[in-house]
């Protein structure tokens, strides 16, 4: 049974720091591609960033790049979201994504990715 868990949301004030993991299992997770996705309220889902399977190639929406970083760890089956200088319009569900992908292609787009998680709140705010 394929799962994907997320951990490490919460509470954070603006300009701190969250780290987002997923866990993965049920499903050979070295050749998948993974995503971090995120939805505000009233908002459609977004997609934050993805990572490549093969050689963990990071991209990132350009309004996100240089505050947050994806990584993956393969020995563990889980993806990491490192989020710093949080503000206020972070505030959102993110979810991680997985999509079968022995290439070196990742996308932002929802319908790709096949696998999901259960989503974890993130709210910045004072």
């Known amino acids: 049974q394929v799962q994907l868990v997320e951990s490490g949301g919460g509470l954070v004030q603006p300009g701190g720091s969250l780290r987002l993991s997923c866990a993965g299992s049920?499903?050979?997770?070295?050749?998948?591609?993974l995503a971090w996705f995120r939805q505000a309220p009233g908002k459609e889902r977004e997609g934050v960033s993805c990572i490549t399977s093969s050689e963990r190639r990071a991209y990132y929406v350009e309004s996100l790049e240089g505050r947050f970083t994806i990584s993956r760890d393969n020995a563990k089956k889980m993806v990491y979201l490192q989020m710093n200088n949080l503000k206020p319009e972070d505030t959102a569900v993110y979810y991680c994504?997985?999509?079968?992908?022995?290439?070196?292609?990742?996308?932002?787009?929802?319908?790709?990715?096949?696998?999901w998680g259960q989503g974890i709140q993130v709210t910045v705010s004072t």
């Open positions: 049920g499903f050979t997770w070295d050749i998948y591609a």
């Open positions: 994504a997985a999509e079968r992908s022995s290439g070196n292609s990742c996308r932002f787009a929802q319908s790709w990715y096949s696998y």
